[in-house]
């Protein structure tokens, strides 16, 4: 059974940093590209980053992440961490990690291409 659960959020002041973490179980993580999104409130989801396992590469949507965002993974672990620096309030939302199976370079920032969900974790920033 495919699981993916969300950790490390929480509330930050501007300019501050969080790594969130999504832990992966029930499917071989190489074989399967991770997605990050988010969704502020009043909002709709929107694509922050997807990476591919396989491969090791990382894609970003520069208009949300701007350089201030990076994605790594901890093979023995079975986990894929979303470090965001320079937080500002408009990064405030709900941060899902989701899980497609990997096909050749495709990686998708379409929430609608990714079956399998974790419950999310919330990011406010504020002072």
């Known amino acids: 059974q495919v699981q993916l659960v969300e950790s490390g959020g929480g509330l930050v002041q501007p300019g501050g940093s969080l790594k969130l973490s999504c832990v992966t179980s029930?499917?071989?993580?190489?074989?399967?590209?991770i997605g990050w999104f988010r969704q502020a409130p009043g909002k709709q989801r929107e694509g922050v980053a997807c990476?591919?396992?396989?491969?090791?590469?990382?894609?970003y949507e520069d208009r949300v992440v701007k350089g201030r965002f990076a994605v790594s993974r901890d093979n023995a672990e079975n986990t894929v961490y979303l470090q965001m620096n320079s937080l500002e309030p408009e990064d405030t939302a709900v941060y899902y990690c989701?899980?497609?199976?990997?096909?050749?370079?495709?990686?998708?920032?379409?929430?609608?291409?990714?079956?399998?969900w974790g419950q999310g974790t919330q990011v406010t920033v504020s002072s």
């Open positions: 029930g499917f071989t993580l190489d074989d399967y590209v």
């Open positions: 990476f591919s396992v396989r491969d090791g590469d990382t894609y």
């Open positions: 989701a899980a497609d199976r990997s096909v050749g370079y495709y990686c998708p920032f379409s929430d609608f291409e990714y079956p399998f």
